[in-house]
């Protein structure tokens, strides 16, 4: 039933690792995305993806990178994390590029809490 | 470029009024509001796609001045439930972005 899933909801690893965390939605969207959440609440946008196109926010490190095997699944991967990674990290999905549809309000998945040590 | 929020926090007590503001420097096709609990993700609350629009559910509305560039949510006869940070989203106006960027949350506490 669950709309957009995220795994793992907890996630705690050292510095230098590389981890991923998966998402995946069941709403029939063309568009997902994650968010970052630091510790004062800012929701920050790091990627949207639809079929077509991959707009990633300048301001992330390449050490990140959506992978998207098909279009309900939006998977992040995080390469040689480091301390300033902690967060909670959203993923969403919205029926954004249906415009016959006026009320495309995003779903967000329940969070991923990355927590590195 | 990311809208600006106010107030950044209010406190009600039950059955108060708050307008939590939200505006923007640029021109918007869109703003969307969420609220968020503690510990949760965001639920969207409403859409405002047209200049002059106002939408509302219960008792939680919202208005869109595209002119000035603003949006406004109105929570009126305050519930406990209404507790939490409420977010509000921009699309700017131009092609391809498909993103909302998000402003830096209103706190709303009520009390009983």
């Known amino acids: 039933d669950t709309a957009v899933s995220q795994t793992p909801k907890y996630l705690v690893t050292q510095m230098g690792n590389d981890k991923s965390i998966k998402c995946e939605q069941n709403?029939?969207?063309?568009?997902m995305y994650w968010y970052k959440q630091d510790s004062k609440k800012f929701l920050k946008i790091m990627f949207s993806y639809n079929n077509k196109e991959l707009i990633i926010n300048e301001t992330v490190p390449n050490r990140f990178s959506p992978k998207s095997p098909d279009k309900a699944h939006l998977n992040l991967h995080i390469n040689s994390l480091e301390l300033g990674d902690s967060a909670v990290y959203f993923c969403?999905?919205?029926?954004?590029?249906?415009?016959?549809?006026?009320?495309?309000?995003?779903?967000f998945g329940s969070g991923t809490r990355l927590t590195v040590v | 470029q990311q809208p600006v929020q106010s107030p950044q926090a209010v406190i009600l007590r039950e059955g108060e009024d708050a307008v939590i503001n939200c505006s923007s420097s640029?021109?918007?096709?869109?703003v969307h509001w969420y609220r968020q609990k503690h510990g949760e993700a965001p639920v969207f609350l409403m859409i405002l796609l047209k200049g002059g629009e106002q939408k509302g559910h219960e008792k939680i509305s919202a208005s869109f001045n595209e002119k000035k560039q603003q949006s406004s949510l109105y929570l009126t006869a305050s519930q406990l439930s209404y507790s939490g940070t409420y977010f509000c989203g921009t699309e700017g106006v131009g092609a391809g972005s498909y993103q909302l960027t998000f402003g830096k949350g209103t706190k709303l506490s009520v009390i009983p």
């Open positions: 969403a999905s919205s029926p954004f590029l249906d415009r016959e549809v006026t009320d495309y309000g995003y779903t």
């Open positions: 709403l029939g969207h063309d568009t």
């Open positions: 640029k021109a918007l096709y869109s």
